[in-house]
Nanobody, 115 residues
Framework: QVQVVESGGGLVQAGGSLRLSCAAA????????MAWYRQTPGNRRELVAQ???????DYADSVKGRFTISRDNAKNTVYLQMNSLKPEDTAVYYC?????????WGQGTRVTVSS
């Protein structure tokens, strides 16, 4: 049973924008914090942004001021708005849900930023 599903990746030019979406199962969304990670070949998965159930957010220094994480509790969905994209943002982005309801990863969505 799939608990977390991402969408919205794609190819964009540097300076452009993309919005990623992550839909989570009702049973976990309200009980867990949500986060976005990204990973490039040969590197560890790194935290990009996270948001608690009450809406508190935190960001990696590399994306502060450019990315915004938000959640729509009515839709059980978390978003990552990515603006002013750079080639170094190219990665597979993963949605993560963690907390009392367990830990879940999405399948990943690829973001490619061309220079």
């Amino acid at each position: 049973q799939v608990q977390v599903v991402e969408s919205g990746g794609g190819l964009v030019q540097a300076g452009g924008s993309l919005r990623l979406s992550c839909a989570a199962a009702v049973s976990i969304f309200s009980r867990n914090f949500m986060a976005w990670y990204r990973q490039t070949p040969g590197n560890r998965r790194e935290l990009v942004a996270q948001i608690t159930g009450s809406g508190n957010t935190d960001y990696a220094d590399s994306v502060k001021g450019r990315f915004t994480i938000s959640r729509d509790n009515a839709k059980n969905t978390v978003y990552l708005q990515m603006n002013s994209l750079k080639p170094e943002d190219t990665a597979v982005y993963y949605c993560y849900s963690g907390g009392v309801a367990g830990a879940y990863w999405g399948q990943g969505t690829r973001v490619t930023v061309s220079s």
